[in-house]
């Protein structure tokens, strides 16, 4: 009840009270539209970033992949270094966290040389392929990951990371 008093004793000191009611109003919060206009644009901006950060995800998962086929390329010269020649085909990665048991058997393995003690997955939870000697890499070994969907080729975030 006294508020109502204040009210009309402010709103006759004041020019027309246009001051006060739109004071009065702006105390009380945000009108639907505003809250409508705002949620608008924060859509917006989400419909045009949110593609582009899931692209990043993608983008992030292929130089994992590629970054662990080059710490491979690491330990494989190394393995080489020590033993004259690359692992096999059968011996697989294996080799470079455990000596070789079938032929041809390591001459001086020094490893283990990864320093995990298993082979890791690859970004997309598949097995890294490795072929010695290669078949795109005659003088060396082929050494992939078959990207997101686990099969050979493809495009975008399916597509092979190799070290060819």
Do not use: C
């Not at 419909?47 to 899931?54: A, R």
């Amino acid at each position: 009840m006294n508020i109502k008093r204040n009210y009309k004793r402010v709103i006759n000191k004041n020019t027309g009270g246009k001051y006060f009611a739109n004071q009065l109003r702006s105390e009380r919060g945000f009108t639907l539209i505003e809250i409508l206009i705002a949620i608008v644009i924060i859509a917006a901006f989400a419909s045009i970033i949110g593609p582009e950060l899931f692209n990043q995800v993608g983008k992030s998962n292929q130089t994992a992949a590629a970054n662990q086929l080059d710490v491979f390329k690491i330990a494989l010269n190394n393995y080489r270094l020590d033993n004259g020649v690359y692992p096999s085909t059968e011996q697989g990665l294996k080799a470079l966290i455990e000596e070789p048991k079938i032929q041809p058997l390591a001459r001086n393995w020094n490893g283990p040389y990864l320093e995990k003690k298993e082979i890791p997955l690859d970004p997309w939870g598949n097995e890294y392929q490795y072929r010695y000697p290669g078949v795109h890499n005659t003088h060396s070994y082929d050494l992939w990951s078959y990207g997101r969907d686990g099969k050979e080729g493809g495009t975008g975030e399916d597509a092979d990371i190799t070290n060819w």
